[in-house]
């Protein structure tokens, strides 16, 4: 379990701290230090910024408490989890939401719900602390922040500190080289660019307009371990109040995580896998929309997945042919993308700086699965030149 | 004034100096990019982010998303932003965002696409040269400059060079002029795709593979591209050899000296063009079906190519050294009796138009004074079985299309907005 998240609780600290206290005569001062320190006297309730200036510090928003790295949440901060995330090149990631007090979301079956304004979605993102391998200690690289303001929707980056003591904003943050060995041993070693603010909207808008992409009823809809316990995500935010018109959990949509077998058959877990990693941008009015790929876990044309069809040269990939050949993972673009890192060939174009094998594993084995229907993306033989149907003159 | 007061002055000077982006010692790189980056993020609508003379160089894709922001460089040859070496992101400028003006700058050497515009109305891209410095290269990016999906494009006075698609592409937008550009070295010099309400006029395309490109392809959004005008342009020695990378894409099937080609549109008129010396064809008019063999799967798409007005061009010296790489233009030399003509013409006709209209000319497909080219109709639609040369048979003409009119053209101030004839 990573650090971030194994910090002792303030009040368990405190409780340590007052046993170590003897001294009667000191009794009262420290006593309200503790009350203060402890949030006997409560702290500070959430900030929430809806206009800019937006605070230069990520800790003036208050979303977080207790010493660092502060990613115990303060009051009103919900932690969330998905059941299939985006992949950040392994990078460990903490999610939490608020609302202001007396608001709620309301329930969608299909894309992100309708959050109030002023609702903080905070992403935190941690890699392994190099050179103790086993020890799962974790150093947080950034705290990404989409706001819900007055205008819209706005992402924040916050980028922490070397001491983890505080996140500062920088729009266009500088890449951050990372080091570790994994558990398994394996050596990571490459830089991690963090989206700038404008490219936050590159994969959050939809026509000019930018929205949230995880919390989705379908991605949310799965049991998360609470402080008071574990419980379905979408029941705990409506019985808190962050949720309204929600079904119940097994009414509602769930989409399934694309790493556990048991979670649905290898179609809905690849499905699943390109609705949250591909489908913010390939969807119509995203950011790839002009590309006639859409690939929502909702859409059912197996045209616009790819099958048999040509991309443009900006999506052309080495020789090969088709977006998506049925039975030939080797002959799909898309597979290809998901295993590059050269900048001109890889999806998605940002946010990631190394392959997600297991990712590519899946959407390896699934293309693999589709029945070969070689006829599909057959040329065309109409209109035949004459000789071999490779005869054709050219544009 | 005392000494003083200048060594004030000079400092005064200075710090004002540094507050910009300009006037400062010279940014180390990561410092003018992440600058210039910031600016682009926070900027507002009205600003001018103001580029300085230099070349810069740039690990990452610089996006815009504010809208009614000018870019404006201290000229194509002075203002250089080099991604050579890029390490993020697949563009150079990536901007998403509403009237929008880039001027007076260069983009070198992107791993992907030079200057990509999405979604916007209201782009004016004007003295930017977007280039791949090492020349032809099959591992150049596609296209350097590259609206899509926009409303009410204007695209002058620009360079493009090294695309290992097109130079200037324009595609699934609407109300677009480019003029006074060039464009050379590319495999494509102009694409007009899906788009329509285009005005392509003034403009040079030589040393290209091709020169200018007017068509549709099946499976994007935006179907049915359709008026387009191509006037007044120099369209000579597309001969540099096709270097797009092996795949279906239809880039790699262009022959090398291609002048001008129109594929799967209708209402297109071409004047007073001088289209000389593509060592292919000058003149490329044909149906998808005839010059590609990706399937079909889309029903919205139309393949056929009709009311196409080619009238009052100059053309002259094409057939000089076919493309023979193309197993298929080896095929069509064999049908046009060992060499291939100015104008090449597949013949075929939408069967819905054919059995409406009766006579030669079913699919209005008019060539008029255009000079003494030579002309091959090839008979695709019957198998290649009975071409011919007969070139009057296509001398007509069509009502001229309307000027294309944006708002950054204003009407009468400039003498493109005349008519074709």
Redesign the interface.
């Known amino acids: 379990m990573p650090r971030v998240a194994r910090a002792p609780s303030p009040a368990r600290r405190c409780h340590r701290s007052l046993q170590r206290t003897g001294k009667a005569a000191l009794a009262l001062l420290v006593l309200l230090a503790i009350l203060t320190a402890c949030g006997r006297l409560p702290p500070p309730p959430v900030h929430p910024f809806l206009q800019e200036p937006f605070p230069e510090k990520l800790s003036d928003w208050h979303l977080f408490v207790g010493q660092s790295p502060r990613l115990q949440p303060n009051q009103r901060v919900i932690p969330y989890d998905l059941n299939t995330p985006l992949f950040s090149d392994y990078a460990s990631k903490y999610r939490f939401v608020w609302m202001p007090p007396g608001t709620s979301a309301s329930y969608r079956d299909d894309g992100v719900f309708d959050f109030p304004v002023g609702t903080v979605l905070a992403k935190s993102f941690a890699f392994p602390v190099d050179g103790n391998p086993g020890k799962n200690e974790e150093r947080l690289i950034e705290t990404r922040l989409l706001v819900h303001s007055k205008t819209g929707w706005i992402g924040l980056p916050y980028i922490w500190n070397e001491s983890q003591t505080e996140a500062h904003l920088d729009l266009a943050p500088d890449p951050v080289p990372i080091r570790y060995t994994d558990s398994a041993g394996t050596r990571h070693d490459f830089t991690y660019f963090i989206p700038n603010a404008n490219e936050c909207k590159q994969c959050h808008e939809n026509n000019h307009a930018v929205l949230p992409i995880g919390p989705k009823g379908r991605n949310l809809n799965k049991n998360f371990v609470y402080a008071d316990g574990p419980a379905n995500q979408l029941a705990y935010w409506t019985k808190f109040g962050y949720l309204q018109r929600a079904p119940a959990a097994d009414q509602a949509p769930k989409v399934a995580a694309w790493n556990d077998p048991d979670a649905g058959t290898l179609d809905a877990r690849a499905r699943a896998y390109l609705d949250n990693n591909c489908a913010h941008c390939h969807q119509p009015g995203g950011t790839a929309g002009y590309t006639g790929i859409d690939l929502r876990v909702t859409d059912t044309g197996l045209r616009t997945f790819g099958v048999c069809k040509s991309p443009n040269s900006s999506g052309r990939v080495g020789t090969l042919s088709y977006d998506l050949v049925p039975g030939h993972p080797e002959q799909s673009i898309l597979l290809a993308r998901m295993t590059s890192i050269r900048p001109k060939e890889m999806m998605p174009q940002i946010g990631r700086s190394v392959v997600h094998e297991e990712g590519v594993a899946l959407i390896r084995d699934w293309i693999q699965a589709m029945p070969v229907d070689d006829a599909a993306c057959a040329r065309n033989p109409s209109h035949p030149v004459p000789g071999a149907r490779s005869r054709k003159p050219g544009l | 004034m005392n000494r003083s007061g200048v060594s004030f002055l000079a400092v005064l000077t200075l710090t004002l100096g540094c507050l910009g982006l300009t006037g400062c010692t010279r940014p180390t790189a990561?410092n003018f990019e992440?600058r210039l980056?910031?600016q682009?993020?926070?900027a507002k609508p009205g600003d001018v982010i103001e580029l300085p003379e230099g070349k810069f160089h740039l690990?990452?894709?610089l996006?815009?998303?504010a809208d009614k922001v000018t870019i404006r460089g201290k000229g194509m040859d002075k203002t250089i932003l080099s991604f050579a070496g890029?390490?993020?992101?697949?563009s150079g400028l990536?901007v998403?965002a509403n009237d929008f003006t880039a001027e007076d700058f260069a983009i070198e050497d992107t791993?992907?696409?030079g200057l990509t515009v999405?979604?916007a109305d209201g782009v004016i891209v004007r003295r930017v040269r977007v280039e791949w410095t090492r020349g032809p290269n099959t591992a150049n990016?596609?296209?350097a400059i590259?609206p899509?999906?926009c409303k009410n494009v204007l695209v002058e006075d620009s360079i493009a060079r090294g695309a290992?698609?097109?130079g200037f592409y324009i595609?699934?937008s609407d109300n677009v002029v480019l003029r006074r550009n060039r464009s050379e070295y590319n495999v494509d010099g102009y694409e007009v795709e899906n788009a329509e309400h285009v005005d392509v006029y003034d403009n040079i395309a030589a040393h290209n593979s091709?020169g200018i490109?007017v068509?549709n392809?099946p499976?994007?959004?935006?179907q049915g591209g359709q008026h387009v005008r191509v006037f007044r342009n120099q369209v000579y020695e597309n001969n540099t050899p096709n270097f797009?990378?092996?795949?279906?894409?239809?880039?790699y099937?262009?022959?090398t000296g291609?002048g001008v080609?129109i594929?799967a549109i209708h209402d297109v008129e071409e004047f007073q063009n001088r289209i000389h010396d593509n060592n292919t064809t000058n003149v490329?008019v044909?149906?998808y079906?005839?010059?590609?063999?990706?399937?079909?799967?889309?029903t919205r798409f139309r393949p056929f190519t009709d009311h196409i007005y080619l009238h009052d061009n100059e053309i002259s010296g094409g057939d000089k050294s076919p493309?023979v790489r193309?197993?298929?233009?080896?095929?069509?030399m064999?049908?046009g009796g060992g060499s291939l003509p100015d104008i090449l013409y597949d013949g075929?006709v939408d069967p819905k138009i054919a059995a409406g209209k009766k006579g030669q000319n079913p699919g209005q497909v008019c060539l008029s004074n255009n000079g003494a080219p030579t002309f091959l109709n090839l008979d695709?639609?019957n198998?290649?079985k009975h071409p011919r040369n007969d070139l009057k048979a296509y001398d007509c003409s069509l009502p001229p299309l309307e000027a294309v009119k944006i708002p950054q053209v204003v009407e009468g101030s400039d003498k493109a907005t005349a008519g074709g004839q």
């Open positions: 990561a992440k980056q910031e682009l993020i926070n690990d990452r894709t996006s815009l998303t890029q390490k993020e992101g697949a990536l998403k791993a992907g696409d999405q979604a990016g596609p296209y590259y899509t999906q290992s698609d097109a595609g699934q091709g490109g068509f392809l499976d994007l959004p935006k797009a990378p092996k795949s279906l894409g239809p880039i099937y262009l022959p291609t080609y594929m490329y044909i149906d079906s005839t010059a590609l063999s990706a399937p079909i799967k889309d493309d193309l197993d298929g233009v080896k095929a069509l064999q049908v075929v695709a639609a198998g290649f």
